[in-house]
């Protein structure tokens, strides 16, 4: 499952994704919080089907263009993806691999300690990311 919106990010501020199910039901719901103002803004809701399984111990976090507009003239973008915790930061996370994969052939991943750093339209920065 996935949901696909817009959000307003402000360049350089941190950001925390924030995901749990609502205790005795199939729901769940997601934030973000953003780190400098500590604004927590609802950012989806899922049902699961009836039956289906938990989540497992491992995931995967991307960051994607989904159109590829032609010559892909995208704007210079970066995410890093690090900290992963679970249950209300009890647990850990780690990284065990990144791969960068795009239409435009323009962009790099790479680990950074904790998590993943990812650009896109490395055309307009001097290097990658790490």
């Known amino acids: 499952m996935s949901c696909h919106l817009s ?8 950001y925390q994704l924030q995901v749990a199910v609502v ?3 199939d729901r769940w719901e997601a ?3 953003d780190t400098t103002t500590g604004i927590r803004s609802e950012i989806g809701v899922l049902e699961a089907p009836s039956g ?3 989540l497992s111990s491992s995931s995967v976090v991307f960051s994607e263009q989904y159109v590829a507009p ?3 003239p995208i704007e210079y973008a970066s995410a890093t993806f690090d900290h992963i915790t679970s249950n209300e930061g009890a647990a850990a996370g780690s990284t065990a691999d990144t791969v960068a994969t795009s239409y435009c052939r323009n962009e790099a991943a790479a680990l950074v300690p904790g998590g993943v750093a990812h650009e896109m339209n490395l055309a307009t920065t001097a290097s990658p990311p790490g």
């Open 7 to 14: 959000y307003d990010w402000v360049a350089g501020r941190g």
């Open 23 to 25: 205790a005795g039901t």
């Open 70 to 72: 032609p010559g892909c």
């Open 31 to 33: 934030w973000v919080i």
């Open 52 to 54: 289906a399984q938990w």
